[in-house]
Nanobody, 124 residues
Framework: QVQLLESGGGLVQAGGSLRLSCGVSGRTVSSYSMGWFRQASGKERDFVAS????????YNADSVKGRFTMSRDNALNTVYLQMDSLRPEDTATYYC?????????????????WGQGTQVTVSS
């Protein structure tokens, strides 16, 4: 059984930083892409970032590029999302997911397994 556990969310002031972690059990993810998505209250789930098995990354350029950095540690079966210069509009529940292939993707349809999410709240 594949399980994902996100951590690192919390309350932070605008301009601050948080680092989210996502540990995976039940599957070795080194050969798969991983993704971060977020869902604000009353809105649809949006793509944030994805990392290929090679380590190449893609980001939602409109909202987070230049402020967020995704990385992976295959030895720990864990991915991270470093979030800097946070804004109130970054407030959401953040989810990580395991991809179906090794290629990074911004589409939720290309992910098989999802975590329960971690709440990030940015105050103004």
């Amino acid at each position: 059984q594949v399980q994902l556990l996100e951590s690192g969310g919390g309350l932070v002031q605008a301009g601050g930083s948080l680092r989210l972690s996502c540990g995976v059990s039940g599957r070795t993810v080194s050969s798969y892409s991983m993704g971060w998505f977020r869902q604000a209250s009353g809105k649809e789930r949006d793509f944030v970032a994805s990392i290929a098995s090679s380590g190449a990354t893609i980001y939602n350029a409109d909202s987070v590029k230049g402020r967020f950095t995704m990385s992976r540690d295959n030895a720990l079966n864990t991915v991270y999302l470093q979030m800097d210069s946070l804004r109130p509009e970054d407030t959401a529940t953040y989810y990580c997911a395991v991809g179906r292939t090794s290629t990074a993707s911004g589409s939720s349809k290309n992910y098989d397994y999802w975590g329960q999410g971690t709440q990030v709240t940015v105050s103004s």
